[in-house]
């Protein structure tokens, strides 16, 4: 044999030997053909970031046969965009830990969530968690649940306890009347120029949808009891607590006791405001940020004089989902339940400074030293269970716009009575509600 001939052989041989080798290296075993392999988003701030991850190592480690891959939910314009998107392209995860109630119809009218009430358990798990009333807020029109109700940041009024003490105000105001007599202590021309420079409270003015949540909508829910603009499927805010809410706020602005105007800086913490409506993500700033001696609580939004029962809010909630993409939903179930136990919400609050729909919240010993370190989240934390979310309609956008255009020109600037203002909108909700249907 030449040596040419024998260095080919070697070669040859040499090559089969790196195959064999790289086959055995890549194949799957049987052992990783029997792992269940789940793709998990979450929103992309770096707080939910860093809990997601924690969890997630967490169940890993202790389920070698479920194994879950994080991703942040892809940039876009908004979380929803994105989600919307992906279900447009089939390139939807398993799960989702970051689901605005507001998008469900659009996400379920396309066919892509997981009908979770399907599951033997579910319902019984989620009461156990939470009041089965809030529960039933999420039902879906159709009668079924397309999402678990996981976080929400309550809607209350921050305010400064020194300028309160300073205007002779000894009660906190619950009612509208309360509170216009103690914004009229508060409001002042500090600086003799004839206008004010010192006010009750301030809230964005602009007409951009979003922007009622935080005004209209929220005290629209505690006028109401608790509801929100549709009674199932049927429009049911042109009523009583809407005329009352539009009253309220015209008589604040028309005495100015809000400004009419947009501010840059945080104004509260300057001192300028006595109130902010806010949730609980504010805690931090307010904390970093504010000077030696600056003291500050809370308290809920008024209601009407008239009003009696419990105080509701807007609870702007984020909520869990699971895609019609997933080839194994029994799985994807098992990790949202992990997602929602006892001490997964410990570590939302302590790590994302965000409430857990969590019943008996701030009773369970197991959150008794967060809260006793955290002492202004408790107040958010007790109003947590009387939160209401919106309705999940894929016209929520331009009927919160045809909204708040009614209440530019009757709250803010006067120009129409608030029966008047609210029977336009609720009138321009059916016309866009009817435009929207199939035709």
């Known amino acids: 044999m030449t040596q040419s001939r024998a260095t080919i052989i070697f070669l040859l041989l040499l090559c089969v030997v790196c195959v064999s080798c790289e086959k055995k290296r890549t194949a799957p075993t049987v052992a990783d053909r029997d792992v269940v392999r789940l793709t998990y988003w979450c929103a992309s701030n770096q707080s939910e970031i860093d809990l997601a991850t924690e969890l997630v190592n967490k169940w890993n480690s202790s389920h070698p046969k479920i194994q879950v891959k994080l991703q942040p ?65 999420f039902r879906a029109p159709d009668g079924h649940y397309y999402q678990i109700p996981w976080k929400t940041n309550p809607i209350m009024i921050m305010y400064n306890k ?6 002779g105000i000894q009660r906190l105001p619950r009612t509208y009347s309360e509170y216009l007599i103690a914004a009229k202590a508060i409001t002042k021309d500090l600086n003799g120029d004839g206008r004010a420079d010192q006010w009750m409270g301030y809230q964005d003015i602009r007409p951009i949808w979003w922007q009622r949540f935080f005004d209209y909508y929220t005290h629209y829910i505690a006028a109401s009891g608790g509801k929100t603009l549709f009674d199932s499927t049927d429009i049911c805010f042109e009523s009583d607590a809407s005329v009352k809410v539009f009253r309220f706020f015209q008589e ?48 809920p939004v008024p209601v009407p004089d008239d009003y009696k029962g419990p105080v509701y809010t807007y609870g702007d909630h984020k909520n869990i989902s699971i895609f019609s993409t997933t080839k194994h939903p029994a799985e994807a179930w098992q990790f949202a339940r992990f997602l929602i136990t006892e001490q997964a919400d410990l ?34 934390a007790e109003q947590a269970i009387y939160t209401r979310g919106v309705d999940g309609s894929s016209v929520l956008k331009e009927i919160f716009d045809a909204i708040s255009q009614e209440y530019e020109a009757c709250a803010i600037y006067g120009k129409r009575m608030p029966e008047e203002a609210v029977a336009n909108a609720a009138k321009r909700a059916q016309v866009i509600i009817e435009w929207s249907r199939p035709q």
Not at 114 to 131: A, C, N, S
Not at 350 to 358: A, D, H
Request: aromatic share 14%; charged share 20%.
């Open 162 to 167: 020194r300028m309160f003490r300073k205007a």
């Open 347 to 380: 570590r939302l609050l302590e790590v994302c400074s965000q409430i857990p729909l969590r019943k008996n919240l701030t009773t369970n010993p197991l959150y008794h030293r967060y809260f006793a370190a955290n002492p202004m989240m408790t107040k958010f």
């Open 252 to 299: 604040i602005y028309r005495q100015g006791y809000f400004p009419r105007t947009t501010f840059q800086g945080d104004n509260f913490l300057a001192e300028k405001f006595a109130t902010i409506i806010t949730g609980p993500w504010n805690i931090t700033h307010v904390e970093k940020f504010k000077k030696p001696g600056f003291e500050y609580d809370i308290f």
């Open 73 to 137: 939910i892809p940039a876009s314009q908004s979380s929803e965009e994105a989600l919307l998107a992906a279900i447009a392209g089939k390139t939807t995860p398993d799960i989702c830990a970051n689901m605005w109630p507001g998008a469900m119809d659009d996400f379920t009218s396309s066919g892509g969530l997981v009908r979770l009430d399907q599951f033997p358990d579910f319902l019984d798990y989620l009461t156990e968690r939470m009041p089965a009333e809030l529960l039933e807020s």
